[in-house]
Antibody
Framework: EVQLVEFGGGLVQPGGSLRLSCAVSGFSVSDNYMSWVRQAPGKGLECVSV???????FYADSVKGRFTISRDNSKNTLYFQMNGLRVDDSAIYYC????????????WGQGTQVTVSS | SYELTQPPSVSVSPGQTASIACSGD??????VSWYQQKTGQSPALIIYQDTRRPSEIPERFSGSNSGNTATLTISGTQALDEADYYCQAWDNSAVVFGGGTKLTVL
């Protein structure tokens, strides 16, 4: 059974840092592209980062230079290092699995809440 | 940057057909996916590659994509279909989501 479990969210002050983790089971993070998608309160979905095979990465302009996506194949875990956090980074962050031939994200985690506030 | 536009809300009566549009420049040249998000839950994939359904998704959900518009159609809409629906496409290596449509079944 495919499962994605995020953790590491919490309350942080503006300018602070957090590292999100997404532990997966039922497949290998190395075999799929993976992404982080966030959803601010009452708002829509925003894909903020993708990591592809060969570790090519993509970042939305809103997080470029501040956030870093990575994965540890030995731990089968996806990470998201978030530095220089801003109030408008507050959101639920979802870890998702990309399905190559489908051009879509076929499994989503339950999400972890990130709140940036003084 | 590439944008996908959806109507903020759509209403439908139980048993009727609901259609949700997603528009973008030359969208018909891209693959479109659709996601359903019920209140308090994570999004779930319901349509991929414009028209295909994951095996667990009911047949009443269908999709199309041509020109500048992709459409999600729900036939025989049920109360449990009330949710937010998002379209998604790729623009080079960027993933783009539409703003979402709230489907109300009343």
């Amino acid at each position: 059974e495919v499962q994605l479990v995020e953790f590491g969210g919490g309350l942080v002050q503006p300018g602070g840092s957090l590292r999100l983790s997404c532990a997966v089971s039922g497949f290998s993070v190395s075999d799929n592209y993976m992404s982080w998608v966030r959803q601010a309160p009452g708002k829509g979905l925003e894909c903020v980062s993708v990591i592809y095979s060969g570790d090519t990465t993509f970042y939305a302009d809103s997080v470029k230079g501040r956030f870093t996506i990575s994965r540890d194949n030995s731990k089968n875990t996806l990470y998201f290092q978030m530095n220089g956090l801003r109030v408008d980074d507050s959101a639920i962050y979802y870890c998702t699995r990309g399905r190559g031939g489908w051009y879509s994200f076929d499994h989503w985690g339950q999400g972890t809440q990130v709140t940036v506030s003084s | 940057s590439y944008e996908l536009t959806q109507p903020p809300s759509v209403s439908v009566s139980p048993g009727q057909t609901a259609s949700i549009a997603c528009s973008g420049d030359k969208l018909g040249n891209k693959f479109v996916s659709w996601y359903q998000q019920k209140t308090g839950q994570s999004p779930a994939l319901i349509i991929y590659q414009d028209t295909r359904r994951p095996s667990e998704i009911p047949e009443r959900f269908s999709g199309s994509n041509s020109g500048n518009t992709a459409t999600l159609t729900i036939s025989g809409t049920q109360a449990l279909d009330e949710a937010d629906y998002y379209c998604q496409a790729w623009d080079n290596s960027a993933v783009v989501f539409g703003g979402g449509t709230k489907l109300t079944v009343l």
